[in-house]
T-cell receptor, first 112, second 117 residues
Framework: AQSVTQLGSHVSVSEGALVLLRCNYSSSVPPYLFWYVQYPNQGLQLLLKYTTGATLVKGINGFEAEFKKSETSFHLTKPSAHMSDAAEYFCAVSVSGNQFYFGTGTSLTVIP | DTGVSQDPRHKITKRGQNVTFRCDPISEHNRLYWYRQTLGQGPEFLTYFQNEAQLEKSRLLSDRFSAERPKGSFSTLEIQRTEQGDSAMYLC???????????????FGPGTRLTVL
């Protein structure tokens, strides 16, 4: 069975500081991994995804994530937080491509 | 804007009533997905359509739930005899459907928030 664990339901960072949102997955087969962002009253938006190939994936808005098979992790980072990054972030895993398993989400607060 | 739209955005109903939600995907998107999201949780997959064919259903989709996509365009999700445990945000997503599934980006609608009293 596949599952995703997001460590830290709430993360606060200062504006300009590094953003690190953690995601660990469980999968018996090579997974496909995703990060989505959800702004208030809006739908989920894909930030980035790992399917195959390069393990460092760059996404929109300056975010990137690295697939580390040995650590079963897919942590999301951004070098410098911006106020507009405040949102809910979800990590998701899929092995079949049509069923996605989402984590419980991490709420990011950016402190001015 | 031609994103995924959902109607209604909010629905309050009494236990035992039937409700129906509508999802209009992005034009020309062949795949359509329904998810449920409860407070403090991530979205949970419910079902998935390729054009008008319902190809997969989660065990979360009890007999009281039914989804249709009759002409391969918009979709409806009906919940019969609603229970308080059905209170959640119901999300719809669509994708082009031309690529292998994992590389096929899903675009989400804003959701329909259901409250069952």
């Amino acid at each position: 069975a596949q599952s995703v664990t997001q460590l830290g339901s709430h993360v606060s960072v200062s504006e300009g500081a590094l953003v690190l949102l953690r995601c660990n997955y469980s999968s018996s087969v090579p997974p496909y991994l995703f990060w989505y962002v959800q702004y208030p009253n809006q739908g989920l938006q894909l930030l980035l995804k790992y399917t195959t190939g390069a393990t460092l994936v760059k996404g929109i808005n300056g975010f990137e994530a690295e697939f580390k098979k040995s650590e079963t992790s897919f942590h999301l980072t951004k070098p410098s937080a911006h106020m507009s990054d405040a949102a809910e972030y979800f990590c998701a895993v899929s092995v079949s491509g049509n069923q996605f398993y989402f984590g419980t989400g991490t709420s990011l607060t950016v402190i001015p | 804007d031609t994103g995924v739209s959902q109607d209604p955005r909010h629905k309050i109903t009494k236990r035992g009533q039937n409700v129906t939600f509508r999802c209009d995907p992005i034009s020309e998107h062949n795949r359509l997905y329904w998810y449920r999201q409860t407070l403090g949780q991530g979205p949970e997959f419910l079902t998935y359509f390729q054009n008008e064919a319902q190809l997969e259903k989660s065990r979360l989709l009890s007999d009281r739930f039914s989804a249709e996509r009759p002409k391969g365009s918009f979709s409806t999700l009906e919940i019969q005899r609603t229970e308080q445990g059905d209170s959640a945000m119901y999300l719809c997503a669509s994708s082009l459907g031309l690529a292998e599934l994992p590389t096929d980006t899903q675009y989400f609608g804003p959701g329909t928030r259901l409250t069952v009293l």
